[in-house]
Structures are given as C-alpha cells and as structure tokens.
C-alpha cells in the first residue's frame, strides 16, 4: 500500500484558492488518500470543515464535522447544491485559510446538497444550522470564493492589518522558495 499522505494548510492569498476547482472523475486508492488526509488535516487544525483547494488541490472535495466527534464526519465529492432556503442568519465564520480572521457572514438556513461519496456512489442531504453553514462555506471554496469577498466593509476594516499579515507572509515565502531554487 502506498504510503498515507500528509497535507500542510494552504493559506491566502494562495492563487489556488482562487480557481474553480474541477470534477473529480477517478473513484479510486488515490481518492480515498486525499480524503483521509484532508479529514486528518481538518482534525489536526481543529476546523469543522476543509475544502481541497485549501490543501493546495484543485478538486471538487469537501470534508466537514460539525461536532468533533469521529462519526458526524461527512465527505462530499463533486458536491451541488440543489436548493437554499431558510432565513438569511448572520453568523461568525473562520477559516483555516485565514488564521486568527473572523467575519460576520450571511447565508441561508438550510441547504439541500447532492454529491458522490468517496466510491462514487450518489446521495442528497439537506442540512439546516451549523453543517448548512459549513457547506455552504466549504462550497464556496470550490468556486474560488473566500471569506474575505464575503465580508462587511466593516468586517475588512476591522481584519485589515491580518489581512495584510498574510499577504506579507505569503510573499515571503514565496521568496524565499524562489531563493531556494524550488
Ligand atoms: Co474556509
């Protein structure tokens, strides 16, 4: 077997994180990999959800668990979103993506989702509350749509030296990747 992968954070502005992703096709070993490594970056960052851009991969995945406990851990490949409806809720939303950056965010209550899980196989779920706003979130990811498009102009104001924290950090390191000949 091949050895298990291990997955860094990516961070913005990160330009993957910015690109639609793509349909994931292969239901395969490699699949079920990145799955397992993306459940366990989530759980080591002590998010409640993860999309694959933010590990640097343009495919349309997304993890999430709402609780924390092993078996609310839900997968979603080549996720759609069917429907939204409820009440727009403003609620305050992180993401590991923006380290130490929180927004008030409005979205929908409920969401009815269709995806493939990590064989393929089709399923629909409606989600209200939390898990709603997870996906709805992580969805976001796989258009290239990110906290920061989402927040109040109060909200950038109020983040913009972290903002630019991780603007600056991001260009340094891309630096010095350059300097190392990477
Ligand atoms: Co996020």
Redesign the pocket.
């Known amino acids: 077997m091949a050895d298990a992968l291990h997955f860094d954070l990516t961070l913005y502005p990160a330009p993957v994180l910015r690109r639609p992703a793509l349909p994931v096709t292969a239901f395969d070993a490699e699949l079920e990999r990145i799955v397992a490594a993306m459940l366990e970056r989530m759980v080591e960052s002590r998010g409640v959800?993860l999309?694959a851009p933010?590990v640097g991969l343009k495919k349309r995945i997304l993890v999430l668990n709402a609780s924390g406990e092993k078996e609310d851990a839900r997968v979603f490949v080549n996720p759609e979103v069917l429907e939204r409806s409820g009440a727009p809720v403003l609620f305050e939303e992180g993401?590991?993506?923006?380290p130490g950056i929180f927004a008030e965010i409005e979205r929908p209550e409920a969401c009815r989702v269709r995806a493939l899980d990590v064989r393929g196989q089709p399923f629909e779920l409606a989600l209200e509350g939390f898990e709603s706003r997870i996906l709805q979130?992580?969805h976001?990811?796989l258009e290239g749509v990110?906290?920061v498009d989402r927040m109040s102009a109060a909200d950038k104001v109020r983040n913009k030296t972290a903002l630019e924290e991780l603007v600056r950090d991001y260009k340094r390191k891309q630096a010095a990747e350059a300097a190392a000949g990477r």
């Open positions: 959800g999309a933010q993401c590991l993506s923006f979130h992580e976001d990811h990110l906290l």
